[in-house]
T-cell receptor, first 113, second 115 residues
C-alpha cells in the first residue's frame, strides 16, 4: 500500500496570504488528522476528519480550517498567514477505529515571511 | 485536560546498550491508549509501540518494550541492544478512548546512539 502523501512538501508564503495543504491518506483509511509541529509548541492537534465530518478540533483560531472529500483526501487551509504559522504540518491517517495506529505523512514545511 | 510529560529532553546511549525513556501522563479517564512514536531526522514519524490502558501486560515489539504503571500514570520505553538507526526524537502520546483519534504528545526526547 502507498503511504500517506502530503503536497506540497515545502511552501513559502508572505504574511497575510492564505495557503492550502493537501493530504492523501492510505487507501481504505477514513480518518485524517492534522498536527502542527513547531520547536516552541511541539506537536499540537489541529483537527480530525472522519467520513467527511470534522470529528474533533484543537485549540486553534478560526483561520485554520479543513475539509475532507468523499475519497478521504483532506485539505487544510490557513488564511491571513502570520509569522507564527511557520511550522511543519503533519497529516496522519488511520482506519478510523479509535485507538488504532496513526500513519503519518512526511509533512509540509510552511515558512511565512 | 490530559497532559503528557517527557522530562528528558536529550539522552545518549552507546550502541548495543539499553536505554529507558520516561513518560508520565495525567488523566481522569480509564479508557485510553498510549503510544511511543519515533521521528528520525528529516524522516517520517512512525509508531514504535502501542499500549491499551485496560491491558495490564506490557507491550513489546522486538527490541522495544514498555513499563506501563497505570496507577502511577507512567509509561516508559525501554530500547534494548540500541542501534545507530534508533537515533531519533521519541514522542510519548496519549489518546482517549471513544470516537476520536486525537493524539496528545509530550515534548519529546532526542535520543542519540553513539558508535
Amino acid at each position: 500500500k502507498a503511504g500517506v502523501t502530503q503536497t506540497p512538501r515545502y511552501l513559502i508564503k508572505t504574511r497575510g496570504q492564505q495557503v492550502t495543504l493537501s493530504c492523501s491518506p492510505i487507501s481504505g483509511h477514513r480518518s485524517v488528522s492534522w498536527y502542527q509541529q513547531t520547536p516552541g509548541q511541539g506537536l499540537q492537534f489541529l483537527f480530525e476528519y472522519f467520513s467527511e465530518t470534522q470529528r474533533n478540533k484543537g485549540n486553534f483560531p478560526g483561520r485554520f480550517s479543513g475539509r475532507q472529500f468523499s475519497n478521504s483526501r483532506s485539505e487544510m487551509n490557513v488564511s491571513t498567514l502570520e509569522l507564527g504559522d511557520s511550522a511543519l504540518y503533519l497529516c496522519a491517517s488511520s482506519p478510523g477505529t479509535p485507538g488504532t495506529e496513526q500513519y503519518f505523512g512526511p509533512g509540509t514545511r510552511l515558512t511565512v515571511t | 485536560a490530559q497532559t503528557v510529560t517527557q522530562s528528558q529532553p536529550e539522552m545518549s546511549v552507546q550502541e548495543a546498550e539499553t536505554v529507558t525513556l520516561s513518560c508520565t501522563y495525567d488523566t481522569s479517564e480509564n479508557n485510553y491508549y498510549l503510544f511511543w512514536y519515533k521521528q528520525p531526522p528529516s524522516r517520517q514519524m512512525i509508531l514504535v509501540i502501542r499500549q491499551e490502558a485496560y491491558k495490564q501486560q506490557n507491550a513489546t515489539e522486538n527490541r522495544f518494550s514498555v513499563n506501563f504503571q497505570k496507577a502511577a500514570k507512567s509509561f516508559s520505553l525501554k530500547i534494548s541492544d540500541s542501534q545507530l538507526g534508533d537515533t531519533a526524537m521519541y514522542f510519548c502520546a496519549f489518546m482517549m478512548g471513544g470516537a476520536t483519534n486525537k493524539l496528545i504528545f509530550g515534548t519529546g526526547t532526542l535520543l542519540a546512539v553513539q558508535p
